[in-house]
């Protein structure tokens, strides 16, 4: 009201003089245009790139280039189909192995581990981001591959009536090997976001699943997972993205063989292994080629990305149309239903 | 509040940074020099970039050299020519000899470019066969053939037909080749296209070649790991790398019919009686000489003529510090290669060498001495 | 606990639940098995080079005699420091900035949506190809040679997507009722955000900042075209510098045994060094949620 002042001394917005309305107004436009700023360089670099990459698209036709089967550098004949392929084989991999155990071990370090031991966990999960990603490579080739092939072999022996996973020949760098090392290398960030998120669910909705007389389990899976699911799938898709532009440990992992293998435990290449392989001796239309390697994989980060987006949009929506009801309402069935 | 933390974190990390400088202008030798000369003992800073496989013997020169810091990178032969032709570097190390289109790209900087043959090395037939320790012997065609993928196992008979006093296991072949982009890769392919009509159709040579067959691995310890991995294995691996590491290695057959093993001296031996072009672009193809290796590569320093005309990043005084580099690399330095396992270029090669290198300008005057 | 005894827990539920939380428990054991065995591998390879000289003589360069000394590692610590600082100087503030602007101004306009998506875009981008993007923008655009502030902007390039996102994920789960409430008793828009919404996710948002700094620490790519390399340590960030992952990609490679040592002694530096800077701000950060 007017001539009320606020205890604490502010004054109501409606008294405030536009002077002091002046840090207000100068932070929203120095943000927006710091924003602005930030889209103007990233369509700066796809612009750049996309020159870079633009005498190997005339040549191979975009079509051409993106689903070719052939990756000849001599004859200059790109077609990145097997790179694309190595790509979405080892990053499906990465998540479908890493996200369950990163999301897993953000639930037992928030709501089941004793909290003497909180911290500790969180900071070993977290060293597995420390470590460079040519170590994971040499590690994952000298030490891992070798001790793994034995039950890669007896696996695509045994189970060669499985396509994909069984028959084949099986090497030493292969799409298994770099997927599972994905999986290591993205756990970390997924693991930490999903824990950020799933610890800021409110207690009293937790206590309240539990007072209703839910287990440990069923209380995490209405009321903390339902919660988390947006935050979590925003640590999934930063560990995807990890994951689709890894180059120095893939590149070193997964055999770089220019082909379209059809088994999980042979060789392949990804997009981003042939730029990190083949840059550094490129010229010419190579190099082109390599850019456009680049950008394909763009489009592709950008295509998950928003099937990833409207899935949780859709989620979210559903969620709120039913309500927060719903969660008790299928909580009271369970507990009901025994 | 937030601010009193954020600004102990900042504390933190200059403090460190603070103490690390101290710590550092006591016990380093030259810190942040730019290409200015100093006073008396000038030491002065030259930069290049290129070849990975040259790589240790540059940096093994630089240590050696007094009053001369090279900074090289080893980002590979393409990148080296690309570095050098935008004059982001003083200097530019190849493994293949320049290809007209990288002259051209490197003369647009307003001086002809030249390439300078500095030592040469050879690409080992390394293989992992417990029961055979030394003794292979192989030709072209059955190398060729192996890496075809059309011989499958070691006693098979045209293995068998080079080495018979050898007994032959069973065992299968698991060809290993290089899978990033290299310049042995190039050395090897170029030999085996030379010897092999159906290899040099059906792969080719080049950095880079679709092998019909095997497993790739990165790097020459890359492939050295794989072989030693796998039982059966056989693989090209460069000397210094197989010397060092104790490989077992075959000999191969080369023109005059001889089976030779790459030593440094059968190395340098390939060398003579090769084709120099006016270029000095030499390419060591299968070479003649009978006691020379056959799978051996060169490798080029690769500037403008006249340095500062080009514009190359260190000015003058880097132009200096390469004049003394390439002075002592192909002096003092061809002695020093045998204790790393490289081999020096034959007197013939080198006498040009030397004399490209007295050539290098800067500004008209010559850089060397 | 949680059941009350009136309402007695069915054998079916109980065993699922006993069921659902082993596996979780076995997950997060397995997620530590790797952990396990990789810093076992560093500390078996590269603990024995570590030494006082080590950490405080530069590489020499001599890669033949076997007897004399190849030095240390000094001149890549350094300049991992120098360089990995800047970056983050660069990228975190910026970062955090269009976060904040993302979940308090922007929200779900037009622009934010393309702003996300221009985020989204660079989270899936090969780390190489911010190194060649600065390449062709800065050394070969400028006509100039490589420098350590052209390899800091790499990083801040690779860097600005994971600390944009993870801001946001976090700034995101900051109760609307904190914010509310103090704009209700009258505080201007600026005090809300920087005394209370970033105060509250002071902690979230340093382990997203942290994650992005380990990233940035230990990728080799964006420097190999950018920074140049030396041996020699330096202070300015206008010339060629060494970094660790530079360091150990070169050396890891070198037929030179004591050289190839040299690199996992470098590799185990890299690995402790983040994991003092995780330990350093989690104690900061600890610090500012009890005060």
């Given amino acids: 009201m007017e001539g009320a002042s606020l205890r604490g001394g502010g004054r109501s917005v409606l008294e405030r003089s536009p002077l002091a309305r002046l840090p207000d107004r100068a932070l929203r436009y120095g943000l927006t245009a710091l924003a602005a700023a930030i889209l103007a360089l990233i369509v700066y670099f796809f612009v750049r790139l996309v020159g870079e990459a633009a005498p190997a698209f005339e040549r191979m036709g975009v079509f051409g280039f993106t689903f070719g089967s052939e990756w000849n550098v001599n004859a200059e004949h790109f077609g990145a189909l097997p790179l694309l392929v190595g790509t979405l084989i080892t990053s499906a991999l990465a998540l479908l192995i890493g996200v369950p155990v990163a999301v897993a071990a953000a639930i037992y370090a928030t709501e089941l581990c004793p909290v003497r031991l909180r911290g500790a966990l969180t900071l070993l999960v977290e060293l597995l981001a420390a470590v460079p990603s040519v170590v994971y490579g040499l590690w994952g080739i000298f030490f891992l591959a070798p001790k793994l092939q034995p039950a890669e072999q007896w696996i695509a022996g045994k189970l060669s009536f499985i396509p994909f996973i069984g028959g084949g020949t099986v090497t030493i760098p292969n799409y298994f090997i770099t997927g599972l090392v994905l999986a290591i290398m993205i756990l970390p960030i997924v693991s930490a976001i999903s824990r950020e998120v799933i610890a800021t669910v409110p207690t009293d909705q937790k206590e309240a699943a539990l007072a209703l007389g839910a287990t440990r389990w069923e209380m995490i899976r209405t009321a903390v997972l339902p919660f988390s699911r947006a935050g979590i799938v925003g640590g999934a898709m930063l560990g995807l993205g990890r994951a689709l532009g890894e180059t120095i440990a893939v590149t070193i992992l997964i055999g770089n063989a220019p082909r379209l293998s059809h088994h999980l435990f042979e060789q392949g290449y990804s997009l981003a292994a042939v730029i990190a392989n083949e840059f550094g001796e490129a010229t010419g239309l190579h190099r082109n080629a390599l850019f456009a390697a680049g950008l394909v994989l763009f489009v592709l980060t950008l295509l998950v990305n928003g099937v990833a987006r409207a899935l949780v949009l859709r989620a979210a929506s559903g969620r709120n149309r039913a309500g927060s009801g719903e969660a008790g309402a299928r909580l009271a069935e369970t507990v009901a239903g025994a | ?369 | ?291």
């Fill in chain 3, 1 to 291: 606990m949680g059941t009350l005894d009136r309402f007695s827990v069915s054998p079916g539920r109980r065993r699922r639940d006993r069921i659902a939380r082993s596996a979780i428990l076995g997950a997060t054991l397995i997620a530590l098995v790797p952990l396990v065995l990789i810093v076992y591998y560093l500390l078996r390879k590269g603990l024995g080079s570590w030494s006082t000289s080590f950490f405080t003589t530069d590489p020499t360069g001599n890669t033949f005699f076997k007897n004399s000394s190849i030095g240390g590692i000094k001149s890549a610590i350094l300049g991992t420091i120098e360089i990995v600082g800047l970056a983050s100087a660069m990228a975190i503030p910026v970062g955090i900035a269009v976060a904040v602007w993302l979940v308090e101004y922007g929200k779900e306009s037009r622009f934010a949506q393309t702003v996300r998506f221009g985020v989204d875009v660079l989270t899936g981008v090969p780390s190489i190809i911010f190194g060649l993007f600065i390449f062709i923008v800065l050394v070969v655009g400028t006509g100039s040679t490589y420098a350590a502030y052209k390899g800091s902007c790499a990083l801040a390039l690779l860097m600005l997507p994971v600390v944009i996102r993870s801001a946001e994920v976090i700034l995101r789960l900051v109760p609307p009722a904190l914010r509310e409430s103090a704009l209700a008793l009258g505080a201007p828009r600026w005090r809300v955000i920087f005394r209370i919404i970033l105060p509250t996710a002071l902690p979230g948002l340093i382990t997203g900042v942290l994650l992005a700094v380990a990233r940035a620490a230990g990728e080799t790519a964006p420097l190999l075209f950018t920074a140049g390399y030396t041996l020699k340590s330096n202070f300015n960030l206008g010339q060629f510098m060494n970094a660790l992952p530079l360091q150990i990609y070169y050396d890891v490679t070198s037929p030179t045994t004591s050289i190839e040592h040299r690199a996992w002694g470098a590799a185990l530096t890299l690995v402790s060094m983040i994991l003092l800077l995780n330990v350093l701000a989690r104690l900061i950060a600890r610090r500012s949620r009890i005060g």
């Fill in chain 2, 1 to 369: 509040m937030i601010k009193n933390r954020i600004g102990a974190l900042a504390g933190c990390v200059a403090l460190v940074i603070g103490l690390a400088a101290c710590g550092s202008s006591s016990s380093s030798s030259s810190s942040s020099s730019s290409g200015t000369t100093a006073s008396s003992g000038s030491s002065s800073t030259v930069s290049g970039a290129g070849s990975t496989f040259a790589a240790p013997v540059y940096q093994q020169w630089a240590s050696s050299l007094q009053g001369v810091t090279v900074n090289y990178q080893a980002v590979g032969s393409g990148a080296g020519i690309t570095a050098i032709a935008s004059k982001t570097v003083d200097f530019g190390a190849s493994d293949p000899p320049l290809k007209p289109a990288d002259e051209a790209s490197i003369a647009k900087n307003g001086s002809p470019p030249v390439q300078i043959p500095m030592f040469l090395g050879a690409i080992t037939v390394s293989y992992n066969l417990p029961g055979v320790p030394s003794g292979m012997k192989l030709d072209g065609k059955t190398l060729g053939d192996i890496f075809l993928g059309k011989v499958k196992t070691w006693n098979a008979a045209e293995i068998k037909s080079l080495n018979p006093s050898l007994t032959l296991p069973s065992t299968a072949i698991t060809v290993v080749h290089r899978s990033d982009s290299s310049g042995t890769t190039a050395g090897f392919t170029g030999f085996l296209a030379t010897v092999h009509p159906e290899f040099k159709s059906k792969v080719g040579e080049g950095k880079t070649v679709p092998w019909p067959t095997g497993t790739g691995a990165k790097g020459n310890a890359g492939v050295a790991g794989a072989i030693q991995q796998t039982v059966g294995a056989v693989g090209y691996v460069e000397q210094a790398y197989a010397l060092q590491h104790h490989f077992t290695y075959a000999s191969v057959q080369n023109k005059a019919g001889n089976f030779v093993l790459p030593t440094l001296e059968s190395t340098t031996a390939a060398g003579e009686g090769v084709t120099v072009p006016a270029n000095l672009g030499i390419k060591i193809k299968n070479p003649s000489s009978p006691k020379a290796y056959p799978i051996t590569s060169q490798t080029f320093i690769v500037v403008n003529k006249d340095v500062c005309k080009a514009g190359v990043p260190g000015g003058e005084s880097a132009a200096k510090g390469l004049g003394k580099f390439l002075a002592y690399g192909l002096g003092e330095g061809q002695s020093i290669l045998s204790q790393a396992d490289y081999s020096q270029l034959p007197a013939t090669i080198l006498e040009k060498s030397k004399a490209a290198a007295a050539g290098i300008q800067c500004n008209g005057t010559p850089i060397g001495g």
